[in-house]
């Protein structure tokens, strides 16, 4: 009886210690998508040491990493803020993790007679 009393909850503690890791990332789709580098409103350039680079929603942005661009459009749905560029990058392209904090886009704030 004593056994089970204790094993229940370390079974419930070592379940939820394991959800983050079984969480799925988000659709690259769900992150916005490439652009044409034409249409880029902002240039970041990222280097060995970049470890995070701040945009806001709806940004267009080129990444110029050594001799190679790619262009994003941030496009991210409510309550995700961030995610690891690599996800969006061309292939091997980044050599190390680049995290991306997304503000929210000012178009999309609210604002304006709510009384209506």
Not at 15 to 26: D, E, K, Q, T, V
Not at 81 to 92: D, I, K, M, T, Y
């Amino acid at each position: 009886m004593k056994t089970s009393l204790l094993v229940s909850p370390v079974l419930a503690a070592v379940l939820m210690a394991a959800l983050p890791a079984y969480a799925a990332a988000p659709r690259i789709d769900l992150l916005g998508m490439s652009a044409p580098d034409a249409a880029a409103t902002r240039t970041i350039a990222i280097t060995p040491g970049t470890r995070y680079v701040n945009v806001t929603g709806g940004d267009i942005v080129t990444f110029v990493v050594g001799e190679k661009t790619f262009t994003w459009n941030f496009l991210l749905p409510i309550g995700m803020s961030s995610f690891e560029l690599n996800r969006v990058a061309p292939p091997g392209l980044l050599d190390h993790t680049v995290t991306a904090y997304v503000a929210p886009d000012p178009r999309y704030m609210g604002g304006g007679d709510r009384s209506k």
